[in-house]
């Protein structure tokens, strides 16, 4: 047995003989004239092609997407159109062909000044791999579930061969933001890469166990270890099928939504517990062809996925195209830093007969079912106030060709920490907030999402990020309208749990995890409901050993005379001051003195250090708790040196305050 230590870019466990995908394989190949080169090559492209088209029918928004990109680079001059002309020109046989039309790919976006489009080189050269072994005939197919392994793969060579025949993936090279980590992801298939030197220690028909979080990668190992790896393979795919049945029957106050790219794919969504459609990206739309599809087109695409829905909410998304997401027909100039360019909203604005032809298609189709309209990347008030005047402007057109429309409610995604900040006001015109976590990370964080060896920076558990999530929410709930998460946070079971503790009302993920969040969600609600009736029960307890003194005797008009909310004053015995309540930390004054916590109830309550302490600055003062971090009622909040608040002439008496709802 042979054990090596590896990293992860999707987390699971797999047992099962491993099926080896060789680079460069060594059997003789015939080369032929160019024509009949060439008439390999594209029979070779067809085959993949429909291989990926049909990949993608079956795949969840996150993998279609990735399967698409697949599509772009075989249908890119510069990969394909380079392989044609080295076998015409240069008298080059196919597998050569594709081999140096990849490299020379390759070699332009590793010039790149952006992490993540050097990155496609893997993906490009995987692709590359598995055309070559269909020109040459060795594509070879597993004939049972194995975990595939190879020097380098592709999400081609991962759909060709179908996600119900791969237990896991083994690679040498990687990252967890590489497109084969993306649908490996989607697919629930764990990943592990940087074995050096793959080919020569795995070979096919090697039994493999991958335990990302135990033992790394074995291979071979005794008979007793593979028996009890199959018999755990067994009891986490059991328990994945009970928690689907379990979940499917759970009623949360969380609203489930879930995420699409392609109308088909609402089909069945009501029968999978979905509530409704949170996300439809209809950016795929936009990148598939070679032109702008036409309102004829997109109407259709919409009201077949509203009426998929019977009347549940179906959210879709304006074309989110730029950054990472090229349309080939749409001229774009090239940024230093496209996530930071020309990308969401932006684009709709900067082509406003483009937008308004997907906004009347919008309303056409939300005369057939509860369509709403979302905006991406608001950073401004005036660009989401464009919005709704060109929304108004696609009405008017379609007045006037007396078209069966309906104006739906419109929403913005808060993406960047400007839309946080000016989240009060959107709130006054947007009908819903939609936080999308993943671009927030990245703004919120300085952190490219995309980059490799930036794994550890970005975090969407962040304190900073969980931060502007509540204020957001915050923002929204002042003005009665509802929050919703569709970025990957929400189908993170720890996410998940902090999400509905802010108080988000929906949260939407792929498909394929509606029944595991719904569970979740159903566990956390109760846990909350069970916290809430002990905090109900218990009260609010002193946050100090000392003497109680009635709020018309604190000395201080402000809360004698309940400005703040009803309250009480402590005169402490010493300087220790615990949480009177348990519940979520919502803020912690900068100067120390002050710390307030939101009560599971929803009751916002302050803890008060001395009065007029914040004058003081921080000094004296000793913070134990962080915002958005959860406490138990008699944890240790704060510190505070009493004697020298009374050197400076301050009172060190503690008020605790029922903050009142405004």
């Known amino acids: 047995m042979s054990r090596y230590e590896c990293r992860t870019a999707q987390k699971g466990f797999a047992a099962g003989k491993a099926f080896v995908i060789l680079p460069d394989r060594k059997e003789a190949y015939r080369q032929g004239n160019p024509a009949e080169e060439n008439a390999r090559l594209e029979?070779?492209?067809?085959?993949?092609?429909?291989?990926?088209?049909?990949?993608?029918?079956?795949?969840d928004p996150a993998g279609a997407a990735v399967i698409d990109a697949e599509i772009l680079i075989l249908e890119?001059?510069?990969f394909l159109g380079a392989a044609r002309k080295a076998i015409?020109?240069?008298?080059?046989?196919?597998?050569?062909?594709?081999?140096?039309?990849?490299?020379?790919?390759?070699?332009?976006?590793?010039?790149?000044?952006?992490?993540?489009?050097?990155?496609?080189?893997?993906?490009?050269?995987?692709?590359?791999?598995?055309?070559?072994?269909?020109?040459?005939?060795?594509?070879?197919?597993?004939?049972?579930?194995?975990?595939?392994?190879?020097?380098?793969?592709?999400?081609?060579?991962?759909?060709m061969i179908g996600q119900e025949k791969i237990l896991g993936i083994l690679t040498e090279?990687?990252?967890?933001t590489s497109h084969v980590s993306v649908l490996a992801g989607n697919y629930g298939i764990p990943y592990l890469y940087g074995l050096e030197n793959l080919t020569e220690k795995v070979r096919t028909q090697d039994y493999l166990i991958l335990d990302p979080e135990g033992e790394g990668v074995l291979v071979n190992p005794p008979e007793e270890k593979r028996r009890e790896a199959e018999a755990r393979q067994a009891e986490i795919r059991e328990a994945r099928e009970k928690q689907q049945k379990q979940?499917?029957?759970?009623?949360?106050?969380?609203?489930i939504d879930a995420n699409i790219s392609r109308a088909e794919e609402a089909d069945g969504l009501p029968e999978k517990g979905a509530d409704g459609i949170g996300l439809f990206r209809s950016e795929l739309l936009f990148l598939n062809g070679t032109e702008a599809p036409a309102e004829e087109e997109q109407f259709a695409v919409y009201r077949h996925a509203a009426e998929a829905m019977a009347g549940r909410e179906t959210v879709i998304r304006t074309m989110d195209i730029g950054s990472d997401k090229?349309?080939?027909?749409?001229?774009?100039?090239?940024?230093?830093?496209?996530?930071?360019?020309?990308?969401?909203?932006?684009?709709?604005?900067?082509?406003?007969?483009?937008?308004?032809t997907q906004l009347r298609a919008l309303l056409r189709a939300a005369a057939y079912g509860n369509v709403k309209i979302m905006i991406p990347m608001i950073a401004a008030e005036w660009e989401l106030d464009e919005v709704l005047k060109e929304i108004q402007v696609a009405a008017e057109e379609l007045e006037k060709r007396g078209e069966k429309y309906r104006i739906p409610e419109t929403g913005v995604m808060i993406e960047t920490p400007a839309a946080v900040m000016i989240a009060p006001r959107l709130a006054e015109k947007a009908r819903f907030f939609s936080i999308g976590?993943?671009?927030?990370?990245?703004?919120?964080?300085?952190?490219?999402?995309?980059?490799?060896?930036?794994?550890?920076?970005?975090?969407?558990?962040?304190?900073?990020?969980?931060?502007?999530?509540a204020l957001t929410t915050e923002a929204a709930h002042a003005k009665q309208i509802p929050v919703a998460v569709c970025g990957e946070l929400a189908g993170n079971p720890e996410g998940a749990e902090q999400l509905i503790r802010i108080g988000v009302d929906e949260l939407s993920v792929s498909p394929a995890k509606l029944a595991a969040v719904?569970?979740?969600?159903?566990?956390?609600?109760?846990?909350?409901?069970?916290?809430?009736?002990?905090?109900?029960?218990?009260?609010?307890?002193?946050?100090?050993?000392?003497?109680?003194?009635?709020?018309?005797?604190?000395?201080?008009?402000?809360?004698?005379?309940?400005?703040?909310?009803?309250?009480?004053?402590?005169i402490p015995a010493d300087g220790k001051i615990y949480a009177p309540v348990s519940g979520t930390v919502t803020t912690v004054a900068a100067t120390k003195h002050a710390v307030s916590l939101r009560r599971n109830n929803g009751e916002e309550i302050l803890v008060h250090a001395g009065l007029d302490t914040v004058r003081m600055n921080g000094v004296g003062f000793r913070v134990h708790v962080r915002e958005g971090e959860s406490v138990k009622q008699g944890q240790l909040i704060l510190e505070m040196e009493t004697d020298l608040v009374r050197e400076r002439g301050f009172n060190p008496m503690i008020i605790v305050v029922r903050i009142k709802s405004l």
């Open 43 to 59: 029979a070779a492209a067809a085959e993949m092609n429909r291989t990926l088209m049909a990949g993608e029918k079956q795949a």
């Open 76 to 78: 890119d001059e510069e």
């Open 326 to 356: 090229h349309a080939a027909w749409l001229e774009i100039p090239e940024e230093i830093n496209p996530a930071l360019g020309l990308r969401g909203v932006r684009v709709s604005l900067a082509n406003r007969e483009l937008f308004r």
């Open 247 to 255: 979940a499917a029957g759970k009623k949360t106050r969380t609203k």
């Open 173 to 176: 090279t990687g990252s967890p």
């Open 518 to 570: 719904r569970e979740r969600a159903a566990e956390i609600e109760e846990r909350i409901e069970r916290e809430a009736r002990k905090d109900r029960d218990e009260g609010i307890r002193s946050p100090a050993e000392g003497e109680l003194v009635p709020m018309e005797e604190i000395p201080d008009p402000v809360f004698s005379g309940g400005v703040m909310g009803e309250c009480v004053g402590v």
């Open 88 to 159: 015409r020109e240069e008298g080059l046989s196919a597998p050569e062909a594709v081999k140096q039309a990849a490299e020379k790919l390759c070699e332009k976006l590793m010039a790149s000044g952006q992490d993540y489009i050097r990155q496609r080189c893997e993906d490009v050269r995987g692709l590359a791999a598995g055309l070559t072994a269909l020109i040459t005939g060795e594509a070879e197919m597993p004939a049972e579930p194995c975990i595939l392994a190879g020097s380098e793969l592709s999400p081609g060579q991962i759909t």
């Open 437 to 469: 976590t993943n671009d927030l990370t990245q703004y919120t964080l300085a952190v490219d999402r995309e980059a490799r060896g930036m794994e550890q920076y970005s975090n969407p558990m962040h304190e900073a990020v969980l931060r502007m999530i």
